[in-house]
């Protein structure tokens, strides 16, 4: 079946966290089947924490679930990581996808603040329901790809939800371009060397902190 690892709470898998437990508590219950808590815990990530990938942090923390509820707001890697929190406590496996993708449709402000159009450790979730891994991604809110233009990503349990290739006028939209495979924990030490490694203006090597602060606070407002 699957490594009992996918089941622990760890320091980014922090589900025993009171936050993470409440927000469990009002979206599922006991009677509801694992599918049935699993798309109702994806709804839950994807709409209730505003999507913003200028709140990275190298701060260990900053991946955790908790810190994903107490911020209100995060990427996609914490997004993933809560969904995984909450299905962990409810006794459904979870994994770490990473991945390398391009964004054709990004905004003209995050290409500039990043200097690219490819992202580096795009987070995704697997989870382990009725006997198959399914992908799930909660990171775009619905609020968010109605201003973008594109359909939200829809969770049935059943089959993989990543990132449309193309969006409602169909332009490519995201491209994976490399897999990094799964992962039991958060690979911090991996994903940060990764980001600096790719994104080097934003990071300094020495105290591996994000450098441009005003940055970190701008909210993502997409193209029209």
């Not at 409440?22 to 808590?37: G, H, I, N, Y």
């Not at 969770?155 to 332009?171: P, R």
């Not at 799964?182 to 934003?202: G, N």
């Amino acid at each position: 079946m699957t490594s009992q690892n996918y089941l622990s709470e760890t320091e980014f898998f922090d589900f025993q966290h009171p936050l993470v437990q409440q927000l469990s508590a009002r979206t599922v219950t006991p009677e509801m089947s694992d599918k049935q808590k699993a798309i109702a815990l994806y709804y839950a990530v994807r709409d209730g924490i505003r999507y913003n990938p200028y709140v990275f942090s190298a701060e260990s923390k900053s991946l955790s679930a908790s810190h994903c509820l107490e911020a209100g707001q995060s990427y996609c890697i914490p997004k993933a990581v809560l969904l995984g929190a909450l299905c962990r406590f409810n006794g459904i496996p979870a994994r770490l996808g990473l991945a390398d993708v391009k964004n054709h449709l990004s905004s003209e402000a995050l290409v500039k603040w990043l200097r690219s159009d490819v992202f580096v450790m795009h987070g995704y979730i697997e989870l382990y329901i009725d006997g198959q891994w399914v992908k799930a991604t909660p990171a775009f809110d619905a609020k968010l790809c109605e201003r973008m233009g594109v359909e939200p990503l829809e969770f049935d349990g059943e089959q993989d939800s990543i990132f449309h290739e193309f969006n409602g006028e169909g332009h490519r939209h995201m491209e994976y371009l490399a897999d990094h495979g799964q992962f039991d924990d958060v690979p911090f030490d991996f994903i940060v060397d990764s980001v600096m490694q790719a994104y080097p203006h934003l990071i300094s090597a020495d105290k591996r902190e994000v450098t441009d602060q005003q940055s970190k606070d701008t909210v993502f407002e997409p193209n029209a």
